[in-house]
């Protein structure tokens, strides 16, 4: 086994994202190349007489763009809910039943538990 670390998928994706495009002219980074081509389609709001095609993409490509520059919007989220306390035996068999449920069996706490 070679002393060679494993990456994880973000890090992967995030220095895939940092290398040079060999591809690109202007040498940027895959990243760099990405936001200028959002940037360059979201300007396309401003040209006249676009199509509603057209500026269905270009509206996109703004978000977009704003999205990974600027940040996602946060988002409120209201959530309401019980919480009802229970033993650990009860709480036990109510994921046994639940697993069940999922499994498709009939029989509530048919499982056995090793």
């Known amino acids: 086994m070679s002393g060679r670390k494993k990456l994880t998928l973000k890090e992967l994706r995030e220095q895939h994202a940092a290398e040079i495009d060999p591809t690109d002219s202007q040498q940027r980074t895959r990243y760099r190349r990405t936001l200028d081509n959002l940037y360059r389609c979201g300007l396309k709001l401003e040209e ?20 990974r520059t600027g940040g996602k919007a946060v988002t409120p989220l209201d959530v309401t809910g019980t919480v009802t306390h229970k033993s650990t035996e009860q709480h036990v068999e109510s994921i046994l039943e639940n697993l069940s449920r999922l499994k498709g069996e009939t029989k509530p706490g048919s499982l056995k538990v090793n």
């Open 48 to 67: 006249p007489g676009i199509s509603d095609v057209a500026r269905g993409s270009a509206v996109k490509a703004a978000i977009d763009y704003c999205d």
